[in-house]
């Protein structure tokens, strides 16, 4: 697939595939807030289908799934770190939120 | 011997070691792409941040871009329809690249200037949006529906990925002229259709994490 001066040939039917596929996971990910889910059921089928997009639109669009290790760990790993900015800030929030109701209600 | 100095400096930096074998532009695009997805990671980090602290209940974004069909409320009618305004120019945009490294130039920049359309659609729409929004009475600093940091959190975010479509149209549109008039015919090398397709494909990457993230949660 990967041809020698580092271009990226691909079928066109695969891009058609993947373009098809992404409508029907924005649809379902649309359906999750139509149809009014909640709880666990609603946080967990829109994490799903965004990474699914997410992973689509990154391997195959930008052809990350052909290109050498060197390049996705380089791409890949570092924005790992935003889930320790995450978990840092998520647990701050939670505790900037107890405060706030003890003291400004 | 290593050369000292200035002279030194430059040549151990650029000493003829490759770790990515790929075209030089085409690393530049990647590594300018991983500091944006840190410019928007830390931008949603913030918004969950807020949302998470605040005590005033969040404004319900399934209600607050809601749009009248007759008389029913579709629920985040206008936002689904820009996820896939969105998604279809990645679609255009990946053939446009299929199309260049089959030396197909002419189809290639015919489907760049389709994918800036709908990117430009695209920010007409989310203008369309703003505009609502700040007839409602939202703003950076407050709104009528509930925590006020809701505004600053819609203006950021939203407002700076319109900036990079925008951006990203300019982009297409410039490269699309120079498929045109044959600019890398002599060459042979099209691989700026690539590097210019990864940059719109982040440009809808970033939205799914938008959509799924502010709009939907």
């Given at each position: 697939m990967d041809t020698a001066g580092g271009?990226?040939?691909h079928p066109i039917s695969l891009y058609?595939?993947?373009?098809?596929?992404?409508?029907v996971l924005s649809a379902l990910s649309y359906g999750v807030d139509y149809f009014h889910l909640q709880g666990l059921w609603r946080w967990g089928l829109i994490l799903v289908f965004m990474m699914l997009k997410a992973g689509l639109i990154v391997a195959v669009f930008m052809h990350l799934a052909w290109e050498r290790l060197a390049l996705i760990y380089a791409i890949l790993l570092p924005p790992l770190a935003l889930l320790v900015l995450v978990?840092?800030?998520a647990s701050e929030a939670g505790y900037v939120h107890l405060t706030r109701l003890l003291f400004f209600r | 011997m290593a050369s000292p100095g200035l002279r030194g400096l430059v040549a151990d930096w650029s000493s003829d070691r490759q770790a990515f074998h790929v075209a030089w532009g085409k690393a530049m695009m990647w590594i300018f792409l991983l500091s944006d997805t840190f410019i928007f990671g830390s931008f949603l980090t913030g918004y969950m941040t807020v949302?998470?602290?605040t005590t005033v209940a969040?404004?319900?974004p399934s209600e607050v871009f809601a749009l009248h069909v007759g008389a029913t409320a579709v629920p985040l009618l206008l936002i689904a329809i820009m996820t896939f305004v969105l998604i279809s120019s990645s679609g255009t945009m990946a053939m446009a690249v299929n199309c260049a490294y089959r030396r197909d130039r002419v189809n290639a920049a015919r489907l760049m200037f389709v994918t800036?359309?709908?990117g430009a659609l695209f920010v007409g729409m989310q203008a369309f949006e703003w505009s609502k929004l700040i007839a409602e009475g939202v703003r950076p600093w407050?709104?009528?529906m509930g925590a006020a940091q809701f505004g600053s959190s819609f203006f950021m975010i939203t407002g700076f990925h319109g900036l990079h479509v925008t951006?990203?149209?300019?982009y297409l549109i410039v490269v699309a002229r120079r498929l045109q008039r044959g600019r890398y015919e002599g060459r042979g090398n099209y691989q700026i259709v690539e590097i210019a397709g990864l940059y719109w494909h982040f440009v809808d990457l970033v939205w799914v994490f938008i959509f799924a993230l502010f709009y939907l949660w």
């Amino acid at each position: 697939m990967d041809t020698a001066g580092g271009q990226q040939q691909h079928p066109i039917s695969l891009y058609l595939k993947i373009w098809a596929l992404l409508f029907v996971l924005s649809a379902l990910s649309y359906g999750v807030d139509y149809f009014h889910l909640q709880g666990l059921w609603r946080w967990g089928l829109i994490l799903v289908f965004m990474m699914l997009k997410a992973g689509l639109i990154v391997a195959v669009f930008m052809h990350l799934a052909w290109e050498r290790l060197a390049l996705i760990y380089a791409i890949l790993l570092p924005p790992l770190a935003l889930l320790v900015l995450v978990g840092l800030m998520a647990s701050e929030a939670g505790y900037v939120h107890l405060t706030r109701l003890l003291f400004f209600r | 011997m290593a050369s000292p100095g200035l002279r030194g400096l430059v040549a151990d930096w650029s000493s003829d070691r490759q770790a990515f074998h790929v075209a030089w532009g085409k690393a530049m695009m990647w590594i300018f792409l991983l500091s944006d997805t840190f410019i928007f990671g830390s931008f949603l980090t913030g918004y969950m941040t807020v949302r998470m602290s605040t005590t005033v209940a969040w404004p319900n974004p399934s209600e607050v871009f809601a749009l009248h069909v007759g008389a029913t409320a579709v629920p985040l009618l206008l936002i689904a329809i820009m996820t896939f305004v969105l998604i279809s120019s990645s679609g255009t945009m990946a053939m446009a690249v299929n199309c260049a490294y089959r030396r197909d130039r002419v189809n290639a920049a015919r489907l760049m200037f389709v994918t800036a359309a709908f990117g430009a659609l695209f920010v007409g729409m989310q203008a369309f949006e703003w505009s609502k929004l700040i007839a409602e009475g939202v703003r950076p600093w407050g709104n009528p529906m509930g925590a006020a940091q809701f505004g600053s959190s819609f203006f950021m975010i939203t407002g700076f990925h319109g900036l990079h479509v925008t951006a990203g149209v300019i982009y297409l549109i410039v490269v699309a002229r120079r498929l045109q008039r044959g600019r890398y015919e002599g060459r042979g090398n099209y691989q700026i259709v690539e590097i210019a397709g990864l940059y719109w494909h982040f440009v809808d990457l970033v939205w799914v994490f938008i959509f799924a993230l502010f709009y939907l949660w």
